[in-house]
C-alpha cells in the first residue's frame, strides 16, 4: 500500500481517525506519566535503603518529574479530546460515571504533583550529601510518604479502571470509595516499611542554647514549608527527636 492510498484510507473515515489518534497519544501519555511516576518511587525505596542523597540522583530525580508532567499535561489534552468526541459523535459516552471517576482521579493526581514540583523536589535538592530522611520528625516523614503513595497509586488506578470495560456506566461513587481505600492502605503501606527500614526515633531534652546553635546551623540551609522545628518544654529547654539506631 503507498502513501496515497494510506491517506486516502485514514481519511475515508475521519472521526474514526480522530479517535485513534487520541487513544494513541492518551497512552503515550500515561506511559510517560506512569513510567516516570514508578522510577521516581523506587529511588525513594534506594533512599530508604542507602539513604544518601547524590547529585547524580537528583538530577535524575528532576527529569524524571518533568517526564511526569509532560505524561499528565497529554492525559489532560487527550481527555479533553475525548469529551469533546462524546458531545459531537458519542454522547451517550458522557452518561459513563466511570469517566469522571477517572477526571476526578488524575485530579487528586495533578494536584499531588504540584505538592511535589513546589515543596518536596527543592527539600530533597537541600539534602545533597546527606540522608533524605535524617533528622525528620514522623510528621514531616509521614508528608513525603503520602505524596509518593498517592502518586503511585493514581498512577496505576487510571490504567486499570481504562483496562476493565465491564466497569462502564458503573456508579462514580463505589469507584472513588474503592480508590479512596487503596489510598489508604499504600499510604499505610509505605510507613509500615519505613518504620521495618529507617531507624527509630527517641524523644530527648536538649538545652536552650544547644537548641539555638542548631536552629543557626539550620538556618543556612533551605527547607520546604512543611519542615518546622519542635516545641519547647514547660522548663525552658527545648523537645527534639533525635535518631538512635535500633
Given amino acids: 500500500m503507498d502513501l496515497a492510498a494510506l491517506i486516502e484510507k485514514l481519511s475515508a473515515d475521519p472521526v474514526a481517525t480522530y479517535k485513534s489518534t487520541l487513544t494513541t497519544f492518551h497512552l503515550v501519555g500515561l506511559v510517560l506519566g506512569l513510567g ?5 518511587d523506587l529511588i525513594i525505596v534506594r533512599f530508604l535503603i542507602k539513604n544518601k542523597v547524590t547529585n547524580e540522583y537528583c538530577h535524575v530525580i528532576e527529569f524524571s518529574s518533568k517526564v511526569v508532567t509532560i505524561g499528565l499535561t497529554i492525559l489532560w489534552l487527550t481527555g479533553l479530546g475525548f469529551l469533546i468526541h462524546y458531545a459531537l459523535f458519542d454522547p451517550i459516552k458522557l452518561t459513563n460515571e ?82 479512596g481505600l487503596l489510598l489508604t492502605v499504600a499510604i499505610a503501606a ?57
Fill in 36 to 40: 516516570a511516576a514508578t522510577l521516581l
Fill in 98 to 179: 466511570k469517566v469522571w471517576a477517572k477526571i476526578a482521579i488524575v485530579g487528586v493526581l495533578t494536584l499531588n504533583g504540584m505538592f511535589i514540583h513546589r515543596t518536596v523536589l527543592p527539600f530533597v535538592r537541600s539534602r545533597i550529601g546527606n540522608a533524605l530522611f535524617d533528622g525528620l520528625l514522623p510528621r514531616q516523614r509521614s508528608v513525603l510518604f503520602a505524596s509518593g503513595a498517592i502518586s503511585a497509586t493514581s498512577w496505576y488506578v487510571p490504567l486499570v479502571l481504562g483496562s476493565l470495560p465491564q466497569l462502564n456506566f458503573s456508579p462514580a461513587l463505589p469507584i472513588l470509595v474503592a480508590y
Fill in 190 to 246: 509505605t510507613h509500615g516499611l519505613a518504620r521495618v527500614v529507617l531507624p527509630r526515633f527517641s524523644t530527648v531534652t536538649i538545652p536552650l542554647d544547644e537548641y539555638e546553635t542548631l536552629v543557626n546551623q539550620a538556618s543556612t540551609v533551605p527547607m520546604p514549608s512543611f519542615v518546622t522545628f519542635p516545641p519547647f518544654g514547660n522548663d525552658g529547654t527545648l523537645i527534639a527527636d533525635f535518631r538512635r539506631r535500633a
